[in-house]
């Protein structure tokens, strides 16, 4: 039996974050599992699940990337990871593309919207660029829907929200292509 | 003859579906005309509908002969009331738009199409057409629909920001 742990870090982006942090993992006996890594603007993020032997705990393993977090001037938290969640029946994927000109309240009108019927977020993306001198707003959320009773009430919600506060927004399922 | 700006979100009429052009309309061929000298003036423009220099018309230009992406191709290609007959092979690839200049998707478009519309001297023809050129034109075709690249995403994850390159100190 593995144990889980779940790091998250941040700071400024330079070349060789990911490597001394991999190479760190890989000295501890860990493996890399799920992981989200991007830029924010001049920053660097870490999401990441890491497991380890059974005989690692979480002291000897802070104690182990305080150094390497320390040198590459990231500031970070790390968590065992409680057991996993009894198995869920399957849902409904969908992908909410939201843009707009940028104004405050898109992601909470949206997430508030899915929260309300009960619908989960998954993943959630957003971006601000500029659009020609128009700071242009884009949600990209994909979210996990019950049943499609649900679907038809959020597509009802995310259609008359659009309107509310005059955004772009569509809702599809995600296709999955079965070869 | 004018290059026109070319319209970036949120100007309303990306989102206006444009009616049926009439091939006697004595604008349509300076229309024509103007999309060509817009995308000339834009480097590695490959494609321009007429809604995006803010024409109700249902004209499309492409030419992905001036990209290195582009494989066989039938050099420019000036459509006027395009309709798609049949589509097949779908593939996602990633795409821009000058309507969108810092923004790219992955979007899913058919690699192969056949088409039928009037061509640049309003002469009616039908065409196979595939790979990056029949995704050029369903990307135009869909500008005279009021349907922007960002409305065909499929996952929270194929929307990205063009990270340009720093300029090059003179």
Redesign the interface.
């Known amino acids: 039996m593995r144990k889980f742990f779940e790091l998250s870090a941040v700071g400024q982006d330079r070349p060789g974050i990911v490597t001394a942090l991999a190479k760190s993992f890989f000295e501890l006996g860990c493996n890399l599992e799920d992981s989200s890594m991007t830029q924010l603007k001049g920053d660097f993020a870490i999401l990441l699940l890491v497991s380890a032997p059974a005989d690692q705990d979480w002291e000897t393993l802070k104690k182990a990337v305080t150094p390497v977090m320390n040198e590459l001037g990231l500031s970070f938290t790390l968590r065992e990871s409680p057991p996993a969640a009894p198995q869920r029946p399957p849902k409904l994927p969908y992908t909410l593309v939201v843009y707009g000109v940028d104004h405050p309240g898109i992601v909470y009108r949206f997430a508030k919207a899915a929260s309300d019927l009960g619908i989960n977020i998954t993943d959630l993306r957003t971006h601000v660029t500029d659009n020609n001198g128009v700071q242009l707003y884009s949600l990209t959320l994909d979210v996990e829907i019950d049943n499609f009773k649900t679907v038809q009430a959020f597509e009802k919600e995310v259609d008359s929200l659009k309107k509310e506060i005059q955004v772009e927004a569509t809702l599809n399922p995600v296709e999955t292509d079965e070869l | 003859m004018p290059v026109l700006p070319v319209l970036?979100?949120?100007h309303p009429f990306l989102?206006t579906k444009v009616a049926e052009s009439d091939p006697k309309d004595p604008q349509l061929l300076s229309v024509l005309r103007d999309m060509m000298d817009t995308m000339d003036h834009h480097a590695g423009c490959v494609g321009l509908a007429a809604p995006q220099l803010g024409h109700a018309y249902r004209c499309l230009i492409v030419d992905v002969s001036r990209s290195a992406r582009a494989e066989e191709n039938h050099g420019l290609l000036k459509l006027v009331n395009p309709v798609i007959l049949e589509s097949s092979q779908w593939k996602v690839s990633r795409e821009g738009c000058l309507s969108?200049?810092?923004?790219l998707a992955n979007v899913?478009r058919a690699q192969k199409i056949r088409f039928r519309a009037l061509d640049g001297d309003l002469n009616p023809f039908e065409m196979v057409s595939s790979n990056f050129e029949a995704v050029a034109i369903q990307h135009e075709l869909d500008h005279l629909d009021g349907i922007?690249f960002?409305?065909r995403?499929?996952?929270?994850?194929?929307?990205f920001?063009r990270r340009k390159a720093p300029s090059q100190p003179l």
Do not use: C, G, Q, V
């Open positions: 970036t979100y949120p989102k969108f200049p810092d923004l899913k922007l960002l409305d995403i499929r996952s929270s994850k194929d929307l920001e």
